[in-house]
């Protein structure tokens, strides 16, 4: 389920754009169009499977997670035990068009960790194949992440990937078809882990089985 208005939104507007097809064009894509989100979004390019560098990242965003990403790889960005699995999850958002949504804990000083919601939408960028992503990135509590000192890189929570279709929406519905209906999906298989004395369940995803200053940055 998208928790954030930030991710809704973006989410909302991607499928609107997109049509008929699995995903839309990157030139479709009209800052103007998610201004009240603009600060928080980025831009992905796919270099090769296992490598994606952000093209463009919002001063929100920058802000909130204490980075600069503009040119970074994204996997740089977290810790390392999550990135063998955020590698299998952007590989499927590029091969079948699909939708990832990850919740993120990220450390900060003093307090407890805060909680950050991210969307991976695809983008079709040249042909028919899915070199470009635009995310969002929103915490989840704002106003106690708006106090929080950054302390360390972001550890995958919860992760989950499906397409309009897993979920039964039909291809090109608007906002208000979307905001009408909550985002959940049935995944493979799920995992607890421990960290810290907690326990987290941990989301394998995959094919869902039956049943206001701008980024930084060009595109």
């Known amino acids: 389920m998208i928790r954030t208005p930030t991710c809704r939104a973006l989410f909302d507007y991607w499928?609107?754009?997109?049509?008929e097809r699995i995903a839309p064009r990157r030139f479709e894509i009209e800052p103007s169009r998610i201004?009240?989100?603009?600060?928080?979004?980025f831009i992905l390019e796919r270099v090769d499977r296992a490598h994606y560098r952000y093209r463009l990242a919002g001063t929100r965003m920058c802000d909130g997670l204490a980075a600069e990403f503009r040119g970074a790889s994204f996997l740089d960005h977290w810790q390392p035990d999550a990135r063998g699995r955020l590698v299998e999850l952007l590989s499927d958002v590029a091969g079948r068009g699909a939708i990832a949504l990850l919740r993120a804990e990220v450390p900060v000083a003093d307090a407890a960790p805060r909680t950050f919601e991210f969307i991976v939408l695809p983008l079709l960028h040249t042909g028919?194949?899915?070199?470009?992503?635009?995310?969002?990135a929103s915490p989840v509590e704002p106003a106690l992440a708006s106090t929080a000192r950054v302390a360390g890189l972001p550890g995958l929570v919860e992760a989950e990937t499906f397409t309009p279709e897993d979920i039964g929406l039909t291809a090109g519905n608007?906002?208000?078809?979307t905001r009408q209906m909550p985002l959940s999906v049935l995944v493979r298989s799920a995992r607890i882990v421990r960290h810290n004395r907690r326990h987290f369940r941990v989301y394998d995803g995959g094919l869902a089985q039956e049943t206001p200053r701008?980024?930084?940055?060009?595109g």
């Open 174 to 177: 608007g906002p208000g078809a």
């Open 15 to 19: 499928n609107a754009v997109r049509g």
């Open 128 to 136: 028919q194949s899915v070199e470009r992503f635009l995310g969002a």
């Open 214 to 218: 701008p980024p930084r940055g060009e």
């Open 35 to 41: 201004a009240d989100i603009l600060a928080d979004t």
